[in-house]
Nanobody
Framework: EVQLVESGGGSVQAGGSLRLSCTASGFTYEDSDMGWYRQAPGHECELVSTISYTGSTYYVDSVKGRFIISQDNATLQMNGLKPEDTAMYYC??????????WGQGAQVTVSA
């Protein structure tokens, strides 16, 4: 059974940093595309960043230059956090065999 567990969320002041990790069991990162999504209250779920099994990365414009994703536990290093980054962050994995898996989410709160 595949399981994803997010960790590293929390509360910081604007300008601070947090690091989110997605610990997975039941599959290998090297065979999967990983991504982070976020959803703030009253807003739609938004794709934040992805990293493919080949190492190619994508960032939504609002986080470019501030967030960095890596294949190691699909870590999302978040720097220069802004209040508008406040949301529940979800890890998503798409395995090479087509399986799609989601974590339970990690709350990130940024105060002004």
């Amino acid at each position: 059974e595949v399981q994803l567990v997010e960790s590293g969320g929390g509360s910081v002041q604007a300008g601070g940093s947090l690091r989110l990790s997605c610990t997975a069991s039941g599959f290998t990162y090297e065979d999967s595309d990983m991504g982070w999504y976020r959803q703030a209250p009253g807003h739609e779920c938004e794709l934040v960043s992805t990293i493919s099994y080949t190492g190619s990365t994508y960032y939504v414009d609002s986080v470019k230059g501030r967030f960095i994703i890596s294949q190691d536990n699909a870590t999302l290093q978040m720097n220069g956090l802004k209040p508008e980054d406040t949301a529940m962050y979800y890890c998503k994995a798409v395995a090479r065999n087509g399986g799609v898996y989601w974590g339970q989410g990690a709350q990130v709160t940024v105060s002004a």
